[in-house]
């Protein structure tokens, strides 16, 4: 990054501000702060756990409070704890607040026409196109890669979806317990590492390395959830694998692929991989791939 990267993210975050009026006590003409009025709507018609909020927009436990204090006595909220586990508490709308998110949409889509009206249609489809990427790319820059334990519920929901997704494109289906790692718990130290990419708390991806004595690395169990493809976090994936591996002392990083999977196959090609002769007997790959990386530095 240099001064002027940092001087135009500065300028485009003044002028959003600006633009769409959060500088205001009163959002979008409400008796209430934008803090207020986002809480409102991310809580939905189906309510949400506190803790899920608070992890959903990155605030502290105590901010939280005091913005769920005040919609719960202006009666928009109710926040009672969860009957199975007391230290949950949920937050659901009342009818009032209903009423008032419903208000809030209809003045956000105005707004949203505001923005829009005064350009030309050309205009108006480079900045939606613009907004689209700016809000993919800010979004990437909230993954975490979190080394789990492959027990962990984050890991197994991510497995869960990932077989669920093998078993519909596979010609033949796919059985874990038949792929030459019925277990991903062979992904754990001292044997291997599980990573598991999150964004807001939310888990949508996962990828294993093992880590053999006497053999090359290897990938194992790369997924990412399919409405977080086009953030770049496979080839993230692949970027911390191999800096895994290398820290492991490994030189060589292997992985092993279905022919379905033909966009994985192109970014293995793209990051460098070389297809090479099966190193395995895998009864679900039909193609195999070996990367030469550089080692740990010397000393």
């Known amino acids: 990054m240099d001064a002027a990267q940092i001087s135009q993210v500065r300028r485009f975050n003044r002028t959003v501000t600006e633009r769409v009026g959060v500088l205001h006590d009163r959002y979008l003409g409400c008796d209430r702060p934008i803090g207020e009025a986002r809480l409102l709507w991310e809580i939905g018609e189906q309510g949400q756990d506190v803790r899920r909020l608070r992890e959903r927009l990155g605030l502290d436990s105590g901010y939280i409070s005091r913005l769920l204090r005040s919609l719960e006595t202006d009666g928009l909220v109710t926040v009672e704890p969860q009957q199975h586990d007391r230290r949950v508490r949920t937050v659901r709308l009342t009818d009032a607040g209903r009423s008032e998110r419903s208000m809030l949409d209809g003045r956000s889509d105005e707004l949203a026409g505001s923005l829009l009206e005064p350009l030309n249609t050309a205009q108006r489809a480079r900045l939606v196109a613009a907004m689209a990427e700016v809000d993919r790319l800010l979004t990437a820059a909230t993954v975490t890669l979190d080394t789990v334990d492959p027990s962990h519920p984050d890991a197994q929901l991510c497995l869960r979806f990932y077989f669920s997704e093998l078993q519909a494109r596979f010609d033949s289906g796919f059985d874990p317990a038949q792929s030459l790692l019925p277990d991903a718990g062979e992904l754990r ?64 990083l292997r992985l092993d692929t279905n022919k379905a999977l033909d966009a994985a196959i192109g970014l293995y090609h793209s990051y460098g991989f070389q297809e090479v002769p099966a190193f395995n007997d895998e009864p679900y790959a039909h193609h195999w791939f070996e990367k030469r990386i550089a080692g740990p530095p010397s000393r």
């Open 189 to 252: 130290p001292p044997h291997g590492l599980f990573l598991v990419a999150r964004t807001h708390a939310e888990p949508i991806g996962c990828a294993g390395l093992k880590l053999p004595p006497d053999a090359p690395a290897e990938i194992k169990r790369m997924w990412v959830a399919p409405h977080a493809r086009g953030l770049g976090l496979g080839r993230r994936f692949l970027a911390e694998l191999e800096a895994r591996a290398a820290q492991h002392g490994h030189d060589v």
